[in-house]
């Protein structure tokens, strides 16, 4: 018994041993990690901004520590619109860093620009976590322009629609009642839009043969007439839809 009772405690000793080994070895390791995966923000017209990025360490440093950060080459922000640190500090008592990103409306237009962040050779005795993604927009400034449009008794084949940069549809509208014989109708939208942009303004007539004789439209802007056009555009003999674009801008 009493050997069986030894053989345990040397089991028992070699158990424990091994576990304060494994504790020594986890509590030495050390992380680095962004404190979110995407921060988002916008950017004013001719304007800036900064975004605050957070970057945490496992356990409160003893001293300052440094990482250097590199902008990953899967970014697709605008060239000139951004400005990053290439390092951030966590200082001695702390777990926190705070890396201050500049943003600018530099080259932004239209669109999502995406700045993708990573460590870039982590201090020694650090790990690192996945990078983080800045995303930024210009925010829009609204305009407020006026679609005016006349067509003849064949107003379910009449439509419209108006997309941005990027293609996509902002404003539409189509399908109107048909009326008896001899008639026409007009109608006066107003839209929305995003002022220093470019869209393009799509008519369409489902039969092809035009908004008949009245047919017209006129897209005015702050007292501008940005885009005007007739029925003659939409018009191919009835042989199948037909539509007429027009870009313009809202400068």
Not at 173 to 195: E, H, M, N, Q, R
């Amino acid at each position: 018994m009493k050997k069986i009772a030894n053989i345990f405690l040397i089991l028992f000793s070699i158990i424990l041993f091994q576990n304060c080994e494994e504790d020594q070895f986890e509590s030495s390791l050390q992380f680095v990690t962004f404190g979110d995966t995407t921060y988002s923000t916008g950017v004013d017209v001719a304007g800036s901004t900064t975004v605050d990025v957070i970057v945490y360490t496992s356990k409160i440093v003893s001293s300052d520590v440094t990482f250097n950060v590199a902008v990953a080459t899967s970014s697709n922000a605008a060239p000139g619109s951004y400005t990053v640190p290439g390092s951030v500090t966590v200082p001695s008592g702390s777990n926190k860093g705070t890396l201050t990103v500049a943003l600018s409306d530099v080259n932004l237009g239209i669109g999502v620009n995406k700045l993708v962040l990573n460590f870039d050779s982590v201090t020694e005795g650090y790990g690192s976590g996945g990078s983080t993604t800045v995303e930024y927009i210009q925010n829009c400034n609204e305009v407020t322009g006026t679609l005016a449009l006349a067509f003849d008794r064949w107003g379910s084949e009449v439509s419209w629609n108006i997309k941005d940069a990027l293609g996509g549809v902002v404003a539409s509208g189509g399908g109107y009642p048909d009326t008896g014989s001899g008639t026409s109708k007009t109608d006066v939208i107003s839209v929305t839009l995003c002022a220093g942009r470019t869209y393009t303004l799509t008519t369409t007539d489902a039969y092809g043969d035009g908004w008949g004789a009245v047919g017209n439209y006129t897209l005015t802007i702050g007292g501008v007439v940005k885009v005007t056009g007739d029925s003659s555009l939409m018009d191919n003999g009835g042989t199948g839809a037909i539509s007429a674009t027009a870009t313009f801008n809202t400068n």
